[in-house]
C-alpha cells in the first residue's frame, strides 16, 4: 500500500543555476562513466533477449538474420521467431522499461519523495479496474481489447487524481500524493466488485495482473501505443528545467519564470501517458519506477535532466533483464516478469530506509498528526475540564469529553446491532428483530436471529475492534494518520498463513492461522529492518517493501491454483465474514478482554510519546520499551482479526481518526477507536448484504470502495489540509 509514502521527508533537489562546487568535474566524469557503463550493459541485454527464447534459434542465426546474412530474412520459420515474435518484444520491454523509468524520476521530483512510485496516481488501479469492466460487462477476450480498456482506464484514474489535487492548492505534491491513494483504493474496490460476482472475469484478470511480455506478438500492439509513448517522452523532456527551478521551492520558482502548477500538471501528464501506456502493453509492473529512479539517483545526483535520462536507461535495462530471466527460469513455463521486478525492488526500498543518507525518510516528523490540523483553529473550542470522582479514598479522574464520545459510540454500536440482525431475507419487523436480540418473542424468530444473524455479528463486532484498536497504536507509534498493522506486513503474512494451511491440510478456516502467520511476517520485518527505529519508521516502510514482495507472491500461487479454489480465497483475501460464527469470534474475544485493558494501560505513556523523546525520558517513560510493547500489542490485535474476517482495509486507518475527532485530540483514543472500528465492520458487512439482492460483497471491498473518499475528506479537508 502507498500510504506510507506520504509520511516520507520531501528531499530537496539541487539548484541547477547554482555555481559548480570543486568536485563538479569529477561529478560529470562519474556520471559519464556510469552513464556508458549502463548503455553497454543495455545493449547487452538487448542481445542477449534476442537470442534466449523457446525456439531453438541461436545468436549467430539472429545476428544473420538482423544482419540478412545469405538472404536469412527469407526464411520464413526465422523471420517468424526474430522478426514477428523476438524483435517486437525486446523492443516493448526496452519503451516499457524507460517509459516506467522516467515517469518514477519525474513523479519522485515533483513530489521530492525517493520513496514515490508511478502508482501514486492511481494509474495501475485504473488499468485493472479497466480491464475488468471490458471483461465482466462487454465480454472482451483479446488481447487489443484488454490494452485499450486498460489505457482508457488508467487515464481516467489519472485524470481524476489532478482534478483533485488542482481543486484547491494548485495540484501540490501532497494532494497528488492523498488523490492517487483515494482514487486507487476506490477503483481497487470496484474492481473486486466485479470480480467477486464474476468467476470467468477473475480468472483472466488473475492472470492478467501478473505483468507478462508474453502476449506482445508482433507490431501492432506496440504501433498502437508507440505515439502516446512518444508525446509521453516529449512531456517528460520539457519538464526537466521546470522541475529543477521548483526543487528550490514555489517562491522560488516564481521568480525564475515558472508556474508550479502547470509544472505539476504537465509532470502529471507525463506521468500519466508513460504509465498508461506501459500497464497496457505489458500489465502492472510495481516497482520498477521505484528501483529506477533510485538507482538513477545514487548514480547521478539530484539534477533532475541527467537523473532523467539514466532512469529511462536503467527501467529499460532491468525489465529487459527480468524478462529474459522470466523466459528461463521457469521453463518450458514464463514467470511473471512483476515477480522478479519484486524481487530486485523490495530488497532496493529496504536499502533506501536502511542507508545513511536517506535515514531522514521517516514516516514521522512531517506526517500529518490527529492534532495538526486541529489545534490552532479558530472555530475550536477550548476542551472543558475533566471531571473527578471520588468515593471514599479512592478518586480517579473521568475525561469528560471521551466518555461523552464513548456513550455515543456505544449507542451506535447497539443500533448497528439491530439494523444488521434485522437486515436479511426474513419478513421481521424492526420490533420483532430487536426483542429477538434479547431472546424475547416467537421462537423461530429468536432462533434466525441468535443463532444466524448474531453469531456473524458478534464475529464482526470482535474483529472491528480487534483492528480500530490496532490502527490507534499503530498511528500513535508512528505519529502518521496513514500508518496502519497492514505496513507491518501483518495482511500479506496473513494471507501468505492461510495459503500454506490451505495446501498443508486441504481445509480452510483455521482461524489460528492468520495471526500466526502476522506474527512471523512482523518478526521477518523487524529483523531485516534492525529494530523500530528512532520513531519506528524503519520498520514500517521495510514492511512496505516486503507486503509488496509477499504480494506478488501469492498472485502467483493463487493463479495457479483451480478456479473455484481460488476464488474462495480470493473472497477471503479480500476480507469477509461469511461463515463466521461464535466459534470463531470466541479466541478474538478472549484475546481482547486481555489485551485491551494492557492497551489503555500503556496508552497513558504512549501519550508522552507525542513530545521529543528526551521529555519522555525525563518524565520517566521508557521510549523504546513503549514502542516495542504497542508494536506487540498492534500486531496481536491485527493478527486476530485478520483471524477472522481476513485482511479488512481501511477500518484501522480510520476508526483512530473518526474516535480523535469525537474524542479530542489531547487523548490517545484506545476505547473510542475499539467502538468505532466494530461499527463499521457491522455497517460494512450489513451494506454489502443487501446492496444488491442475492449478492454478498465482502466487507473488505466494502471498506475499500468508501476508504477513498474517506481519505479524502479526512486529509484534504480544510481542517486537515496538510497541502
Not at 539517483?297 to 525489465?319: C, D, E, H, Q
Not at 490496532?470 to 492461510?498: F, H, I, K, S, Y
Not at 495457479?560 to 461464535?582: E, H, I, K, M
Not at 504497542?630 to 485482511?647: R, T
Request: net charge positive.
Amino acid at each position: 500500500m502507498t500510504l506510507s509514502q506520504v509520511g516520507a521527508v520531501e528531499a530537496a533537489g539541487a539548484d541547477p543555476s547554482a555555481p559548480a562546487p570543486p568536485t563538479a568535474d569529477r561529478s560529470r566524469r562519474t556520471a559519464w562513466i556510469t552513464l556508458g557503463g549502463i548503455l553497454a550493459a543495455l545493449l547487452a541485454l538487448t542481445a542477449l533477449s534476442l537470442s534466449v527464447g523457446a525456439g531453438e534459434v541461436g545468436p549467430g542465426r539472429v545476428l544473420d538474420y538482423l544482419l540478412d546474412t545469405g538472404g536469412a530474412r527469407a526464411d520464413s520459420h526465422l523471420a517468424l521467431v526474430v522478426g514477428d515474435l523476438r524483435l517486437p518484444r525486446t523492443l516493448t520491454a526496452l519503451l516499457v522499461g524507460a517509459a516506467l523509468g522516467v515517469a518514477g524520476a519525474q513523479l519522485q521530483s515533483v513530489t521530492r519523495n525517493p520513496l514515490a512510485e508511478t502508482g501514486l496516481l492511481g494509474v495501475n488501479a485504473g488499468a485493472s479496474l479497466g480491464v475488468v469492466l471490458g471483461i465482466a460487462v462487454l465480454g472482451v477476450q483479446t488481447s487489443y481489447g484488454y490494452l485499450a480498456f486498460a489505457f482508457g482506464g488508467a487515464v481516467l484514474a489519472s485524470g481524476l487524481v489532478l482534478a483533485i489535487a488542482g481543486s484547491r492548492g494548485g495540484g501540490s505534491p501532497m494532494r497528488l500524493v492523498l488523490g492517487g491513494s483515494a482514487v486507487g483504493a476506490t477503483f481497487g474496490g470496484l474492481t473486486g466488485v466485479l470480480i467477486v460476482n464474476s468467476p470467468e472475469a477473475y480468472d483472466r484478470y488473475r492472470v492478467w495482473v501478473l505483468g507478462s511480455l508474453a502476449g506482445v506478438e508482433g507490431w501492432t500492439t506496440l504501433g498502437q501505443l508507440a505515439p502516446v509513448l512518444g508525446v509521453g517522452f516529449v512531456v517528460a523532456l520539457l519538464t526537466t528545467r521546470p522541475l529543477s527551478a521548483l526543487a528550490l521551492g514555489d517562491d522560488l520558482a516564481r521568480g525564475l519564470g515558472h508556474r508550479p502548477g502547470a509544472t505539476r500538471a504537465a509532470v502529471a501528464l507525463a506521468v500519466t501517458l508513460l504509465t498508461a501506456s506501459a500497464v497496457a502493453l505489458a500489465g502492472p509492473i510495481s516497482f520498477l519506477g521505484l528501483l529506477a529512479g533510485f538507482l538513477a539517483r545514487a548514480a547521478a545526483g539530484p539534477r533532475v535532466g541527467r537523473l532523467t535520462l539514466l532512469a529511462g536507461l536503467v527501467g529499460a535495462a532491468v525489465l529487459t533483464g527480468a524478462d529474459v530471466l522470466a523466459r528461463v527460469v521457469a521453463r518450458p513455463f514464463e514467470a511473471p516478469v512483476s515477480v522478479i521486478v519484486a524481487l530486485v525492488g523490495a530488497p532496493t526500498l529496504i536499502a533506501i530506509v536502511r542507508s545513511r543518507k536517506n535515514a531522514a525518510l521517516g514516516l514521522t516528523d512531517t506526517a500529518p498528526t490527529e492534532s495538526s490540523g486541529r489545534s490552532g483553529h479558530p472555530e475550536e473550542k477550548p476542551p472543558r475540564p475533566d471531571v473527578v470522582v471520588r468515593r471514599g479514598a479512592l478518586s480517579f479522574l473521568l475525561p469528560r469529553r471521551s466518555a461523552l464520545a464513548a456513550l455515543g459510540l456505544a449507542a451506535a454500536l447497539l443500533a448497528a446491532v439491530v439494523v444488521s440482525a434485522h437486515a436479511g431475507q426474513s419478513e421481521l419487523d424492526l420490533g420483532s428483530t430487536f426483542r429477538a436480540v434479547f431472546g424475547y418473542g416467537d421462537r423461530l424468530d429468536v432462533l434466525l436471529v441468535q443463532k444466524f444473524r448474531l453469531g456473524r455479528i458478534v464475529a464482526g463486532l470482535a474483529a472491528g475492534a480487534a483492528l480500530g484498536l490496532a490502527g490507534c497504536l499503530t498511528q500513535t507509534l508512528a505519529r502518521n494518520r496513514l500508518a496502519t498493522p497492514e505496513l507491518l506486513g501483518v495482511n500479506d503474512g496473513a494471507t501468505a498463513a492461510v495459503l500454506i494451511s490451505v495446501t498443508a491440510t486441504g481445509a480452510f478456516g483455521a482461524w489460528w492461522a492468520g495471526p500466526i502467520g502476522a506474527l512471523v511476517a512482523v518478526a521477518v520485518v523487524t529483523a531485516v529492518s534492525g529494530g523500530l527505529g528512532a520513531r519506528g519508521y524503519r520498520v514500517l516502510v521495510v514492511g512496505l517493501a516486503m507486503s509488496a514482495l509477499a504480494s506478488a507472491i501469492i498472485q502467483v500461487a493463487m493463479a495457479r491454483r483451480s478456479l473455484s479454489s481460488a476464488s474462495s480465497l480470493y473472497v477471503w483475501t479480500s476480507g469477509s465474514l461469511n461463515g463466521r460464527d461464535y466459534e470463531v469470534a470466541t479466541p478474538v474475544l478472549i484475546g481482547l478482554a486481555v489485551l485491551v485493558p494492557v492497551a489503555l494501560v500503556v496508552a497513558r505513556r504512549l501519550a508522552v510519546l507525542r513530545f521529543d523523546d528526551n521529555v519522555a525520558s525525563s518524565l520517566g517513560v521508557d521510549p523504546g520499551r513503549v514502542r516495542l510493547t504497542c508494536l506487540l500489542l498492534a500486531v496481536a490485535l491485527a493478527g486476530l482479526a485478520v483471524g477472522i474476517c481476513g485482511p479488512v482495509g481501511f477500518v484501522a486507518l480510520a476508526a483512530p481518526v473518526v474516535a480523535g475527532r469525537l474524542a479530542g485530540p489531547s487523548r490517545v483514543p484506545v476505547l473510542g477507536s475499539a467502538l468505532v472500528g466494530a461499527v463499521l465492520i457491522v455497517l460494512a458487512d450489513t451494506l454489502g448484504r443487501v446492496l444488491i439482492s442475492g449478492v454478498e460483497i465482502p466487507v473488505g471491498i466494502v471498506t475499500t470502495v468508501l476508504g477513498g473518499p474517506f481519505l479524502l475528506w479526512v486529509l484534504l479537508g480544510r481542517k486537515g489540509n496538510p497541502a
